[in-house]
């Protein structure tokens, strides 16, 4: 099924992606058969998904000795939270948070930096409560939520800098996979209790990576970053054109959601 069928067929609104992830990369957990069951990509649009994905939050943070996260309050337009879910259970979270009076979580810790990017006239959004079931999840469920993410920061919202607290720990796993540079040092973060550095990328060098390396997943293995993994410009310009549409008929009652049309190894239900 071409894209243009994906975009004109009858679609659940709720959901993002339907997608297979391949086998070749295999899984983070120890199932291989886990890695070819369908996954989803959706809004956290309702209470029950939102409870789903905080209770990923929780043991995910909580495996690592953090203090307790939880996903914004629905109905806002300053976050959207987004979930990766298999057979009803969500494998995958992320929230993007824009800039704005309310602040964004990384300015607790990292307030002189925010301040600096702000100086220069840079719209900012970040990425956080980012969590990945480690049993189910995968590099295809990451790079899908980091797409989406992209794709509603910069293409819809014209957000231009991304900015990420991470522990010290996982600062050259962004770095490689997707080209972050560090612009804050290690300091405590108190909201969950465990140091962070603050990590920036422009959103023009991913804008130039997935023009360059997406909808290749075979270079997936020499390339080493998420990049390959990621939905071609033809499609991602199907996914703005659909979002746009939906995000006008949108309400509080019914935020702004879509379906991901998407080649390599998907398959549309």
């Given amino acids: 099924m071409n894209m243009h069928s994906l975009i004109s067929a009858p679609l ?17 957990g120890t199932d291989a058969f886990q890695e070819r069951r369908h996954f989803k990509i959706e809004t956290v649009h309702c209470p029950v998904k939102r409870s789903s994905a905080n209770s990923l939050l929780s043991k995910r943070y909580g495996w690592r000795g953090y203090g307790a996260v939880n996903l914004p309050t629905l109905g806002t337009d300053s976050h959207v939270s987004l979930a990766a879910t298999q057979d009803g259970e969500t494998i995958g ?11 964004m979580n990384s300015y607790l810790a990292f307030a002189p930096e925010i301040r600096r990017l702000r100086q220069t006239s840079r719209r900012l959004c970040e990425f956080t409560k980012l969590a990945i079931d480690p049993l189910t ?16 920061a910069y293409r819809l919202r014209g957000v231009d800098t991304l900015v990420m607290e991470v ?16 612009v804050g040092s290690e300091r405590p973060n108190a909201k969950v209790g465990a140091p962070a550095v ?29 990049y390959p993994l990621a939905f071609t410009p033809e499609d991602e310009e199907g996914i703005v ?11 509080p009652d019914h935020p702004f959601t879509f379906r991901l049309p998407f080649g390599q190894g998907v398959h549309a239900s």
């Fill in 12 to 28: 659940d609104p709720r959901v993002l992606l339907v997608g297979e992830p391949p086998t070749d990369f295999g899984p983070l």
């Fill in 93 to 103: 979270t992320m929230t993007v948070g824009f800039d704005g009076p309310g602040q």
């Fill in 137 to 152: 999840g995968s590099k295809r469920v990451l790079a899908g939520l980091f797409h989406v993410a992209y794709i509603v």
């Fill in 167 to 182: 522990n010290p720990r996982h600062v050259r796993y962004y770095q490689r996979m997707l080209g972050a540079v560090v």
């Fill in 198 to 226: 603050l990590l920036s990328l422009e959103l023009s060098y991913v804008r130039d990576q997935i023009e360059r390396l997406s909808g290749r997943p075979e270079l997936a293995s020499t390339e080493r970053s998420l």
């Fill in 241 to 251: 054109s659909r979002l746009k549409d939906l995000a006008a008929l949108s309400s």
